[in-house]
């Protein structure tokens, strides 16, 4: 009785249903949201640095209490690296350039050199020759960033 | 020869029907792919055609903020351009004394004020925060002055936009 109400049964059954998946516009809806996503994808993976810039102007605007100890790197253009130390301790050093340009696995070696001989050293100030591109200032922010919080750009 | 024979045993079928279910099963692939990969950031942050960010190992988290973009030929701040460059120098007419651009120093001062300290949804929103997307060929001299003309206009807080390394 059932298979008859249905149509299931084979052979000379007036009201057998047979369902066809339209994949056309299955099809349709798929190209427009893959091209969308396509469109709208983006292949990069954006990150960020915070950084400071020293204080323009009067002393007394400047709220931020003075690091004791602050180390100071210069990226000269000729590849070579300055390290300078202030405040409560003092060294300098100057790294020379790697295949004329700058040593950042060095650079990296001496900071925590540093940062395990001053531990209440956390403060870096890099600044560059003017012609120095951003991309290796970029590099060596990455490299100071690792052992020290707060990183500013330029000099005091 | 041998062609001949295989086409007189399998003669061609004019109607050639489109193997539909095959190219459902790759779109299928394809869209699950691509919608695992959608990001649903905050922050859809995108430089410019002529702008290419560094690249850093270490980075923090995006947010969305402000804004300034260093081109060779142009500075922009959320896309709209406000000075012109020629490959990264200021024009003449625009540098002022200390060297940064008067054009770039009144609008920052412009936008600093007009900043909102809560977002639409009334989430509090930090005004004096920037996000520089900087080309990584610019020279320290014109980030410098971009850099002191922001600090000089109230933004204290700067957030280099950079691509992660991996």
Redo the contacts between chains.
């Keep these: 009785m059932s298979s008859k109400l249905l149509g299931l049964h084979s052979g000379g059954g007036e009201t057998e249903q047979d369902f066809e998946l339209n994949l056309a516009s299955i099809i349709d809806c798929f190209t427009v949201l893959i091209t969308y996503l396509l469109i709208s994808a983006s292949f990069l993976t954006i990150g960020m640095f915070d950084v400071n810039v020293p204080s323009v102007g009067p002393a007394s605007n400047s709220t931020a209490p003075t690091p004791k100890i602050t180390l100071s790197v210069k990226l000269k253009q000729n590849g070579q690296l300055t390290i300078n130390v202030s405040g409560a301790a003092k060294q300098s050093l100057s790294l020379s350039s790697k295949d004329k340009n700058w040593d950042f696995d060095q650079l990296a070696a001496q900071v925590e050199e540093m940062k395990k001989k001053w531990p209440a050293m956390d403060t870096a100030m890099i600044s560059a020759d003017g012609l120095v591109e951003y991309a290796p200032l970029v590099k060596a922010i990455d490299q100071l960033r690792k052992h020290l919080p707060f990183v500013f750009i330029g000099e005091r | 020869m041998g062609v001949q024979k295989f086409l007189k045993k399998h003669p061609l079928n004019e109607d050639m029907a489109l193997q539909?279910?095959s190219?459902?099963d790759i779109?299928?692939i394809?869209?699950v792919f691509?919608?695992k990969?959608?990001?649903t950031s905050v922050?859809?942050?995108?430089p410019s055609n002529d702008v290419v960010?560094?690249?850093?190992?270490?980075?923090?988290?995006?947010?969305d903020s402000m804004k300034l973009e260093i081109s060779p030929s142009v500075i922009l701040i959320d896309d709209k351009p406000i000075t012109t460059m020629r490959e990264f120098r200021f024009e003449a007419s625009d540098v002022e004394r200390d060297g940064t651009a008067r054009s770039l120093n009144s609008t920052l001062i412009r936008e600093r004020k007009k900043r909102p300290e809560k977002d639409a949804e009334g989430k509090p929103v930090n005004p004096s925060q920037i996000?520089v997307l900087?080309?990584?060929?610019?020279?320290?001299?014109t980030?410098?002055a971009v850099?002191?003309s922001?600090?000089?206009s109230g933004f204290?807080?700067?957030?280099?936009?950079?691509?992660?390394d991996?």
């Design positions: 539909i279910t190219m459902a779109f299928t394809i869209l691509l919608l990969s959608f990001s922050t859809s942050i995108s960010l560094p690249s850093a190992l270490n980075s923090d988290e995006v947010v996000l900087a080309d990584q060929k610019t020279p320290y001299a980030l410098k850099l002191n922001a600090s000089s204290t807080e700067f957030k280099l936009v950079v691509v992660k991996e």
